[in-house]
Antibody, heavy 117, light 110 residues
Framework: EVQLVESGGGLVQAGGSLRLSCAGSGFIFSSEWMSWVRQAPGKGLEWVAN????????YYVDSVKGRFTISRDNAKNSMYVEMNSLTVEDTAVYYC??????????WGQGTLVTVSS | QSALTQPPSASGSPGQSVAISCTGT?????????VSWYQQRPGKAPRLMIY???KRPSGVPDRFSGSKSDNTASLTVSGLQAEDEADYYC??????????FGGGTKLTVL
């Protein structure tokens, strides 16, 4: 059974930083593109970033370019996102998901990031 | 404002069929056959229901179907059941590895 578990969320002040982690199990982690998708409270879903199987390619939504950095450690079956210069607009539940052909097959339970002003 | 446009709400009685639309542009829905649909129950993670316009992952009931015409995709739920009550989101590939979502539709089973 595929399992994805996010961690690292919490309360941070505007301008601060946070690092989220996603641990995968039940599948061959090193063979899957991985993504972060976020959902602001009461709002819809927004794709944030993704990373190729071997980490050699990374893509970001325009609103986080230059502030967020996605990475992975296949030896640890884990993916990360380093979030800097956070603003209140970054407040959301952050989900990690497996991605194949531009769809998100499996999702974690999410971790809440709250940015206070 | 979301990149794809969905009606905020839809409803139907048990046993009925309901269709949810998702309108984009020629740069996303109209440009590729990479449209997917997700079901999200309150407090839960999204679940993939339809991918590549009309394909169903294993485990998704065949009551769920998808289609596309020009820049508009649709999700149809036939034989509505109480358990289908949830939020539904469409998503489409928009080029350059960018994926866009709709604002979501709250489906109510009357």
């Amino acid at each position: 059974e595929v399992q994805l578990v996010e961690s690292g969320g919490g309360l941070v002040q505007a301008g601060g930083s946070l690092r989220l982690s996603c641990a995968g199990s039940g599948f061959i982690f090193s063979s899957e593109w991985m993504s972060w998708v976020r959902q602001a409270p009461g709002k819809g879903l927004e794709w944030v970033a993704n990373i190729k199987e071997d980490g050699s390619a990374k893509y970001y939504v325009d609103s986080v370019k230059g502030r967020f950095t996605i990475s992975r450690d296949n030896a640890k079956n884990s993916m990360y996102v380093e979030m800097n210069s956070l603003t209140v607009e970054d407040t959301a539940v952050y989900y990690c998901a497996t991605e194949i052909w531009y769809r998100f097959d499996h999702w974690g339970q999410g971790t809440l990031v709250t940015v206070s002003s | 404002q979301s990149a794809l446009t969905q009606p905020p709400s839809a409803s139907g009685s048990p046993g009925q069929s309901v269709a949810i639309s998702c309108t984009g542009t020629s740069s996303d829905i109209g440009g590729y056959n990479y449209v997917s649909w997700y079901q999200q129950r309150p407090g839960k993670a999204p679940r993939l229901m339809i991918y590549e316009v009309s394909k169903r992952p294993s485990g998704v009931p065949d009551r769920f179907s998808g289609s596309k015409s020009d820049n508009t995709a649709s999700l149809t739920v036939s034989g509505l059941q109480a358990e289908d009550e949830a939020d539904y989101y469409c998503s489409a590939y928009a080029g350059n590895n960018n994926k866009v979502f709709g604002g979501g539709t709250k489906l109510t089973v009357l």
